[in-house]
């Protein structure tokens, strides 16, 4: 069952009744003020840092769920009767209703008792602040006199703070209200230097601020007094909850039709000015004024909406895409590029499933995000490469996360999560063979964001290498730390204390557990890093440095060492081992009773190379296929473990079926299709991406549950009741890995140090397809037709035919190329 549908032509998910089975989310925002909201209006804002800088509250886990949002009150004054256009929070019934989630916009429109209302709320592009168009029209035949009220609730800034420090908290609210708008100002008074604003524009009757006198005391949003009451009262918080409400009357005509505009908006003033008069408490309004004027205008706000749109016609024109799969061509073309740019801006803090004050940016979540990011806007990946790098230890090591506003590496949370330096490398080879910017590699970067310590780019990545050669376990194969990419196989951790952090506690030495996973990352990193030596030397280097640089034979040595150990230690016979525990034992083997095969060296490796010349990761991948795969996509593991293991950690923690411990991931699914094109397999790499694409699953709403237009975390695996229901919406690895598996891989349109290369592994039931990328300022039309059985590629670029499948970078000015592709 469904419960709307996709309007490719707009880029929308058009929602067409609110009681989706979890609320049904999108993003507003791109750079720095961002907000998630839901399709009944739920959801929160904030200033980059969920956590440290929330704008607006919002209650998670709440029953009925998805409770705090923009919130938009309409009453007929003739019977005080009064709805919630979008459905919550007073939840009448509505006699039509569409919710259109679009590429950083949301349109909510309804219609109650022949009034239609339609409210369009985004960021305009440079702005940190959110537009809220709310369009009414009468369509009765007689007049309507009607009452708007708008809600939003303040939240103290920072989140956690604001949710468990009550005996401060109530006390320190402030506002000021000033020709129409409302302010809210806690702690400007001393450190902050920055308010946020609510603003309308049209004339209002009143206004409130204090929580408790727009709600009335033990009232919900459901049905606030002054709604039911018709007015609002002018308070003026002092403590408690500040609000933000706006009343105003509406008189409509038959068929008449009135826009209003509403602005929620972030300001920052400089701290010598913050006081106007400067003697005063009073809040310096003269810079933020003209900014709040400027979007109180219908036209200011239709331009503003026009460029967002052109802005993402720009960003998705980088890669356009038309196969014979509508599910694929939407995807690629529209959604999962836009989770792309969600995931890139909002790595894995805020959804419904992150609450914003528990993860800032993780270090391999970033560097992997920006795999599927990095041909939309380039400058914007170079800036988080160098933060990243920034971030890193002098030992190559990582610190797990960092907050987006401070830039600085997370201390609870720490380091030695040894796949993490891996991810900078691979990160910073993707962003090199799109844009062919080397110079970023001289970027002088700090460690750990200590002044003094700085070293260019390009010594943080040989540091990454050799992190890695710092910590070999027994076996030759990289240790594996507190985890590697699966954060809950915590080898070192043996944790028996109830509700100690699986992803802190160290409880050994760390010195025996081996990841055969990050074997495999390493060779992959170091094959990127010879690549990358090589060009860098022979044809981009301008400056010598004091260290030393190590020439690709140095890395492809060590890969080829790494492949030996994988060879030697890691091959289980039917498929690669994916550990050894702290007791030296094998984790992922078929002598172990419970977590026999596990998915991601068998992905990984094959997509590294590792086994392709020696049938290995062929038998892998069929082993995986007998082993692994639903309907539903491909489970982490099997059999999952059915108790707690002390020495295998958090996956074992976890019911049968649900998330690491045998759960479907969205996130190493695309390995697995990216190792079947690296063996030929575009059949089943495109069998396996189809079992996972949202929109297939659109039809499964009922049992998949999240939103049918992004990708998940996880699908709940075969041993789970539940089997196919999703959770984890939109902040996942999984919407940059689907994006780079099915665009470079099975479309084979991928760039390289040399150029732009084009090698599809095409399903044999395709006869073609055309595309469109751009590429390095110029653009590529790609016409690509089968003339046969097999992988066999030939091409002709402008019409003349060349020789392998990478298209050599053309003479400057160039602006298209023409590309015929003959595969079989
Ligand atoms: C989750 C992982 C996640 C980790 C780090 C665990 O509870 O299962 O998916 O990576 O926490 O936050
Ligand atoms: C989610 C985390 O964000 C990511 O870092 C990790 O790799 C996966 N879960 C798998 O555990």
């Not at 800036?383 to 790098?389: C, F, G, Q, S």
């Not at 951790?493 to 996973?517: M, N």
């Not at 495999?520 to 990193?525: D, K, R, T, Y």
Request: charged share 20%.
């Amino acid at each position: 069952m469904k419960y709307g549908h996709f309007d490719d032509e707009h880029r929308e998910y058009v929602i067409t009744r609110p009681d989706t089975p979890l609320p049904w989310i999108n993003y507003l925002g791109s750079e720095d003020y961002f907000g998630l909201i839901s399709n009944t209006a739920g959801g929160y804002s904030f200033y980059k840092d969920a956590r440290l800088r929330r704008i607006t509250r919002y209650r998670y886990n709440n029953a009925p769920l998805d409770f705090g949002g923009r919130y938009i009150y309409l009453r007929d004054e003739k019977d005080g009767g009064y709805w919630s256009p979008s459905w919550q929070p007073a939840q009448r019934e509505l006699s039509e209703y569409s919710c259109r989630h679009g590429m950083g916009y949301t349109i909510i429109a309804s219609t109650y008792g022949g009034i239609r209302a339609e409210t369009r709320y985004f960021v305009p592009l440079g702005e940190n602040l959110e537009v809220w168009q709310l369009t009414v029209t009468n369509q009765r035949d007689t007049k309507a006199e009607l009452s708007v009220f708008s809600a939003v609730e303040f939240c103290l800034w920072d989140a956690l703070d604001d949710s468990t420090n009550f005996q401060r908290n109530y006390s320190i609210g402030e506002v000021e209200v000033e020709d129409q708008v409302i302010y809210h100002k806690s702690e400007y008074r001393e450190r902050r230097n920055h308010f946020a604003y609510f603003a309308c524009s049209e004339k209002c009757e009143g206004f409130d601020t204090q929580r408790e006198s727009f709600l009335g005391s033990y009232r919900s949003w459901d049905h606030p007094l002054a709604v039911e009451r018709g007015k609002c009262s002018n308070s003026i918080a002092h403590g408690w909850q500040p609000v933000g409400s706006f009343h105003l009357h509406l008189s409509l005509l038959p068929g008449e039709q009135k826009k209003i505009i509403f602005i929620l908006g972030y300001y920052e003033n400089r701290k010598d000015q913050k006081f106007d008069p400067p003697d005063s408490q009073i809040i310096n309004k003269q810079q933020v004024k003209p900014i709040i004027k400027k979007y109180l205008h219908q036209s200011n706000v239709t331009s503003a909406f026009a460029s967002l749109r052109s802005y993402w016609d720009d960003v998705l024109g980088s890669f356009q895409v038309q196969t014979p799969n509508e599910h694929l061509n939407r995807m690629a073309n529209i959604w999962n590029a836009y989770q792309c740019m969600v995931t890139f801006n909002i790595s894995r803090s805020a959804s419904s499933f992150e609450s914003g004050v528990g993860r800032g940016l993780g270090f391999r979540d970033s560097n992997q995000d920006l795999l599927g990011f990095v041909h939309m806007v380039p400058p914007r990946a170079r800036e988080r490469i160098l933060d990243l790098a920034s971030t890193q230890l002098p030992s190559g090591g990582a610190y797990h996360q960092y907050q987006p506003l401070t830039k600085r590496g997370n201390n609870d949370i720490g380091s030695n999560f040894n796949d993490d330096p891996h991810w900078l490398v691979i990160a910073v080879a993707a962003y090199l063979r799109e844009t062919g910017d080397w110079s970023i590699l001289e970027e002088n970067l700090p460690y750990d964001n200590k002044l003094g310590s700085e070293m260019p780019l390009y010594e943080h990545l040989q540091r990454s290498i050799q992190y890695t050669l710092d910590c070999l376990g027994p076996h030759g194969l990289p240790l594996i730390g507190r985890a590697d990419w699966n954060d809950c196989l915590n080898l070192n951790c043996f944790s028996d204390v109830p509700g100690e952090s699986f992803q802190t506690t160290t409880g050994k030495d760390g010195k025996i557990a081996e990841s055969v996973f990050i074997a495999a990352l390493f060779v992959e990193s170091t094959r990127a890093m010879a690549d990358l030596a090589g060009n860098y030397a022979s044809q981009h280097r301008k400056n010598s440095w004091s260290f030393q640089i190590n020439p690709p034979k140095h890395y492809h040595e060590l890969a080829d060492r790494m492949t030996q150990a994988i060879y030697e230690h890691g091959w289980d016979g039917e498929w690669f081992l994916r550990a050894y525990d702290d007791f030296g034992n094998k984790v992922g083997s078929n002598e172990c009773e419970e977590g026999k095969i596990y998915i991601e060296p068998q992905g990984f490796c094959a997509l590294a190379g590792v086994g392709l010349e020696n049938g290995m990761a062929k038998k892998a991948l069929d082993s995986v296929h007998a082993r692994l795969v639903t309907p539903h996509g491909i489970t982490l593991l099997q059999p999952p473990y059915s108790k707690y293991y002390l020495h295998l950690g958090e996956i074992s923690s976890y019911p049968p079926g649900y998330k690491e411990n045998g759960g479907i991931f969205c996130h190493n699914n695309p390995w697995v299709m990216i190792a079947e094109t690296r063996t030929g397999n575009g059949d089943r790499a495109l069998d396996y991406y189809l079992r996972i694409n949202p929109s297939v699953r659109e039809e499964l709403s009922d049992l998949h549950r999240c939103e049918p237009y992004v990708y998940v975390q996880m699908i709940a695996g075969r041993d789970a009741p539940t089997h196919g229901e999703a959770k984890n919406s939109w902040l996942t690895g999984s919407a940059a890995w689907n994006y780079v598996a099915v665009t470079q891989w099975i479309l084979g349109i991928r760039p390289t140090f040399d150029g732009l290369c084009v090698s599809p592994v095409m399903p044999s039931a395709w006869d073609g397809f055309e595309a469109v990328r751009r590429y390095r300022g110029v653009r590529y039309t790609i016409h690509v037709e089968r003339r046969g059985d097999g992988n066999g590629i030939s091409l002709e670029v402008d019409g003349s035919a060349i020789h392998g499948t990478t298209i050599p970078f053309p003479p400057d000015g160039t602006k298209n190329v023409r590309v015929t592709v003959k595969v079989g």
